[in-house]
C-alpha cells in the first residue's frame, strides 16, 4: 500500500494536495492549466486528484505495452482493461490533461506517453538514492525496471561498514555519513528508505537536511517530515493483512446458506449484514 504521511504541521502532499478556493466542494481538484498552455503564474501541469496521479502510471506502463505490439490508436475501452480500471473512471482521468481521444478512433498512444510522462515529470531520467541495503535493499538496487519508468539510482548508502564498499549494478555503497555530499553532487530529489524501523527517521532527516523532497518508505513507521517533503509509505504485511481481511470475508460467506449468501456477510456472534464493497483502487 502506498501511503503519503503528513510532516510536521500541514503538509503539501497527496493527503493535502491545494485545491482553488472555487474548485469543486466535491474533493475533485479543478484544471489549472494543461501541458503547454499555462497562464501566468501557473504551473505547467494540470492540478490533479490524488487518485487520477496514482492510476497515471498504470495506463502509461499499459501504452508502452500497446507501443511494443504495435498500437498507434487505442479506444479507451482497451486502455482500461489493459490498465485494470473502467473506461469511465479512464475517460474522467484523461479528460484533466485534456485529452479526450477521437470518436470512432480512440486514443493516439504516442501522444497519449507523452502526455502522461510530461505530467509525472518523466521528461528526464531522475536520480534516486538508496539507503539501506539489506536484503530488500539489495533486490531494489539491482532491479533493472527503474531505467525503463524514468529513474537512475544514483547512490547506495547503508551504516555497516560490512556493507560499505561493496559494489551493486556498478555503484558503491557508500556510508550514510556521506549522504549531504553525494546528494548535492547527484542532484538528488528522491531517496528511498529500506532501513531497519529504528534508524528509518534518522536516515530521513539526514535526506531532508541534505536537500531530499521526496520520500518512497519501506520501513514500516511513520516518518515525520517538514513541510513540503512528501512520503509515499510500502508496506508488505499491511498488504496481506488486507488479502487476509477479503480471504476471511470469502470464508463468511461461503459458510452461510445459500440463500443468504448473496448480499450478505456473517459477522460475530451468528449476526449477518449487507455485503459491503471491497478495498481497493
Known sequence: MSQHRPGRGPGTGPDTAKRSSAG?????????????????????????PEATVARLPEYLRALHTLAEVGHDTISSEGLAAAAGVNSAKLRKDLSHLGSYGTRGVGYDVTLLIEQIEHVLGLTHRRAVALVGIGNLGHALAGYAGFASRGFRIAALFDADSARVGEQINGLVVRHVDEIAEVVQEELI?????????????????????????????FAPCVLSVPDGVDVRKVDLAIELQILSFHEHRKAALTALPASSRAGRVALPGGRVTGRQEAVGT
Open 24 to 48: 469543486p466542494a466535491s474533493g475533485e481538484a479543478a484544471v489549472s492549466a494543461l501541458p503547454g498552455q499555462a497562464g501566468p503564474g501557473q504551473p505547467d501541469f494540470p492540478d490533479l
Open 189 to 217: 530529489s528522491i531517496a528511498v528508505i529500506a532501513t531497519p524501523v529504528h534508524a528509518a527517521q534518522h536516515v530521513t532527516d539526514r535526506l531532508v537536511s541534505a536537500g531530499v523532497t521526496s520520500i518512497l518508505n
